[in-house]
């Protein structure tokens, strides 16, 4: 049995399973993790998984950073907390990146953003579309700098991606905050997100405290970001799978069709 | 001088010292030249051995020195014929970040920088040098302005971060750093940056992807400002020292790391202590800089910057 963190509804697992993780009485989405999204989204739930053995070092030798990094990758079953590869989504063939918020809080460090470019340019080279599932409390403050300098390398891969006509579909999974909503998530040409997401540079505790004042119950969520013009469409899970498809579809150009 | 940093306070009993003796022995006539040459020496001494071996958190106190030289201090004492322009044509002309137009020994370059208060009143114009996402869409215009008329751009760090606020989220504060990111990649002039104070986080990245990165001698760069890494580490903002240490934010350490290119030096005391010299130390490692960066072609520059950012990282391989 398990109950909604929002609306406290039991079920069983099965039935919440069944119904995607997605509370039946409120529609609240649950986290999932980068397993559970795959086998979800891609095609016969395979996703052909690149750098599939990349872990983190302690180029800093930070304070506790080697054992938890042993302890996240224990409790997550994760070597970080992106997986990347390529599959096919409606039979379209794609590059996908994954985000698992059960490593580390999603946070980026050198492998996220190792993973995330090297997943960009294999799009980049192949000519296939790229999909990326975000979810992340920020950087990852045991890698100081390097995190940061993450930010620009995912973003330059990017750039030589789209300079190439590439398309992103880039989808906000809750939460993501900090470094990665303001590199690569942000830089989608088409911008999702599922319900009640919370999408932000800053967090709202930090705002909180920094204004002074106390700020609306939505502030941030998906739904406040659509209002505000940070993303394209509020996506239920339900729908996600079927919104790539069409998304992809519309985005290919069929022999024998004039485009003139 | 006013001012002084809680390390500096052996430096400034022993400065009052001098000082009352100098006046003690013109008072009453007294010779004390020999005394005072033995103290003078002795205050040199003790300068050198503070500021050789400043702990990060004591540098950090020198780059949030309110004395220290700003972006529009660099401009005016570097440039020639600055012009400055305004705005980012879709909300408003965000203060903490200024650029325009200006002269470099002759050659046009875009010159854009966080700008922090001079006091209390400019402080509060500025929002302490904390960029809305208005602040990095003015810097891109910018920067994209040069990019068409092939200027180099010339960029001064200086912010302890994006500004945490409602407004600024709602305008996309995310995707106007990201936008930065994605758009200094790929401008086809030589792009310099110099971190000349604070580097706080996405808001000092969003001007700091470049051909270049040059770093102040006590100047620091970091992901989280010391003092939030310790709340959300430690769960004790008092800490931040700790983290100053454990986050390696300072020039020497970068420059170890590969993250900068160069270190700039400084007077001892810190930049405050001799702008114009500071400046002058600034223009010559700049001049350097450019003057080599202008002979390569956009591709090169493009690609330069590429692999510089490319292979930043530490990682490896599970074995089995």
Same mark, same amino acid.
């Given at each position: 049995?398990?109950?909604?963190?929002?609306?406290?509804?039991?079920?069983?697992?099965?039935?919440?399973?069944?119904?995607?993780?997605?509370?039946?009485?409120?529609?609240?989405?649950?986290?999932?993790?980068? !397993?559970?999204? &795959?086998?979800? &989204?891609?095609?016969?739930?395979?996703?052909?998984?690149?750098d599939?053995d990349m872990i983190s070092e302690d180029p800093l030798e930070f304070p506790g950073y080697a054992d938890k990094l042993v302890?996240q990758s224990?409790?997550?079953?994760?070597r970080d907390a992106v997986?990347t590869?390529?599959?096919?989504?409606?039979?379209?063939?794609?590059?996908?990146?994954?985000?698992?918020?059960?490593f580390f809080?999603?946070s980026m460090g050198s492998v996220v953003g190792e993973k995330i470019t090297r997943?960009?340019?294999?799009?980049?080279?192949?000519?296939?579309?790229?999909?990326?599932?975000?979810?992340?409390?920020?950087a990852r403050m045991q890698e100081s700098i390097l995190s940061l300098m993450q930010m620009a390398k995912t973003?330059s891969a990017?750039? !030589?991606?789209?300079?190439?006509?590439?398309?992103? &579909?880039?989808?906000?999974?809750?939460?993501?905050?900090?470094g990665?909503?303001?590199s690569?998530?942000?830089?989608?040409?088409?911008?999702?997100?599922? =319900?009640?997401?919370?999408?932000?540079?800053?967090?709202?505790?930090?705002?909180?405290?920094?204004?002074?004042?106390?700020? =609306?119950?939505?502030?941030?969520?998906?739904?406040?970001?659509?209002?505000?013009?940070?993303?394209?469409?509020?996506?239920?899970?339900?729908?996600?799978?079927?919104?790539? &498809?069409?998304?992809?579809?519309?985005?290919?150009?069929?022999?024998?069709?004039? !485009?003139? | 001088?006013?001012?002084?940093?809680?390390?500096?306070?052996?430096?400034?009993?022993?400065?009052?010292?001098?000082?009352?003796?100098?006046?003690?022995?013109?008072?009453?006539?007294?010779?004390?030249?020999?005394?005072?040459?033995?103290?003078?020496?002795?205050?040199?001494?003790?300068?050198?051995?503070?500021?050789?071996?400043?702990?990060?958190?004591?540098?950090?106190?020198?780059?949030?020195?309110?004395?220290?030289?700003?972006?529009?201090?660099?401009?005016?004492?570097?440039?020639?014929?600055?012009?400055?322009?305004?705005?980012?044509?879709?909300?408003?002309?965000?203060?903490?970040?200024?650029? %325009?137009?200006?002269?470099?020994?002759?050659?046009? $370059?875009?010159?854009?920088?966080?700008?922090?208060?001079?006091?209390?009143?400019?402080?509060?114009?500025?929002?302490? %040098?904390? *960029?809305?996402?208005?602040?990095?869409?003015?810097?891109?215009?910018?920067?994209?302005?040069?990019?068409?008329?092939?200027?180099?751009?010339?960029?001064?760090?200086?912010? *302890?971060?994006?500004?945490?606020?409602?407004?600024?989220?709602?305008?996309?504060? %995310?995707?106007?750093?990201?936008?930065?990111?994605?758009?200094?990649?790929?401008?086809?002039? *030589?792009?310099?940056?110099? $971190?000349? %104070?604070?580097?706080?986080?996405?808001?000092?990245l969003?001007?700091?992807?470049?051909?270049?990165v040059?770093?102040?001698?006590?100047?620091?760069y970091s992901v989280i400002?010391?003092?939030?890494a310790? #709340?959300?580490?430690?769960?004790?903002? #008092?800490?931040?020292?700790?983290?100053?240490?454990a986050m390696k934010i300072t020039?020497q350490d970068l420059q170890e790391m590969k993250i900068i290119?160069?270190?700039?030096?400084? *007077?001892?005391?810190?930049?405050?202590?001799?702008?114009?010299?500071?400046?002058?130390? $600034?223009?010559?490692?700049?001049?350097?800089?450019?003057?080599?960066?202008? #002979?390569?072609?956009?591709?090169?520059?493009?690609?330069?910057?590429?692999d510089k950012y490319r292979k930043l990282g530490a990682f490896t391989y599970a074995q089995?």
């Open positions: 049995m398990s109950k909604c963190p929002k609306c406290g509804a039991i079920q069983t697992s099965k039935e919440l399973d069944k119904n995607l993780k997605v509370c039946p009485s409120c529609g609240y989405h649950m986290k999932l993790n980068a !397993r559970e999204r &795959i086998h979800m &989204i891609m095609d016969e739930g395979r996703l052909f998984e690149y599939a302890k224990e409790k997550s079953g994760l997986v590869g390529e599959g096919t989504i409606g039979g379209f063939p794609v590059v996908c990146a994954v985000m698992s918020f059960d809080s999603g997943a960009v340019e294999r799009a980049t080279q192949k000519g296939y579309p790229l999909i990326v599932f975000s979810t992340s409390g920020g973003s990017l750039a !030589r991606f789209h300079d190439k006509g590439g398309l992103f &579909i880039s989808i906000f999974t809750d939460p993501t905050l900090g990665v909503t303001a690569f998530a942000m830089l989608g040409d088409v911008i999702l997100a599922e =319900p009640g997401t919370i999408v932000g540079f800053a967090g709202r505790i930090v705002i909180e405290q920094t204004i002074r004042q106390k700020l =609306p119950d939505n502030f941030q969520t998906a739904e406040f970001n659509l209002q505000h013009g940070q993303l394209d469409k509020v996506v239920n899970r339900k729908e996600m799978r079927n919104t790539l &498809i069409k998304l992809l579809d519309l985005h290919t150009v069929k022999e024998g069709v004039s !485009r003139g | 001088m006013g001012n002084e940093l809680p390390f500096e306070q052996p430096l400034e009993e022993l400065r009052s010292k001098i000082e009352e003796l100098r006046r003690f022995g013109s008072e009453k006539d007294i010779d004390f030249s020999e005394e005072i040459a033995r103290l003078e020496e002795r205050y040199t001494q003790l300068q050198q051995e503070i500021f050789v071996q400043l702990a990060p958190a004591q540098k950090m106190q020198i780059a949030r020195h309110p004395q220290r030289p700003t972006t529009i201090d660099y401009i005016q004492a570097i440039f020639d014929d600055y012009i400055e322009l305004h705005g980012d044509r879709a909300y408003a002309d965000d203060l903490a970040i200024v650029g %325009g137009i200006a002269k470099l020994n002759g050659v046009p $370059v875009t010159v854009v920088g966080h700008q922090k208060g001079k006091d209390t009143k400019d402080n509060i114009a500025r929002n302490f %040098g904390m *960029p809305h996402p208005e602040g990095f869409r003015k810097g891109l215009r910018l920067m994209k302005q040069a990019d068409k008329f092939r200027r180099p751009i010339i960029t001064f760090i200086d912010t *302890p971060g994006a500004y945490p606020g409602g407004a600024a989220e709602e305008r996309g504060q %995310g995707e106007a750093i990201a936008r930065n990111l994605l758009e200094m990649a790929t401008f086809r002039v *030589p792009i310099i940056c110099v $971190v000349i %104070g604070e580097g706080g986080s996405g808001g000092a969003a001007l700091g992807v470049g051909n270049r040059l770093m102040l001698e006590n100047a620091i400002s010391p003092n939030g310790a #709340s959300i580490l430690w769960k004790d903002a #008092s800490k931040a020292d700790k983290a100053a240490e020039a290119d160069e270190i700039i030096p400084e *007077p001892n005391g810190g930049a405050h202590r001799e702008i114009a010299i500071q400046a002058e130390s $600034v223009k010559s490692v700049l001049s350097r800089h450019l003057q080599e960066l202008l #002979s390569w072609d956009s591709e090169q520059l493009r690609q330069d910057r590429y089995g």
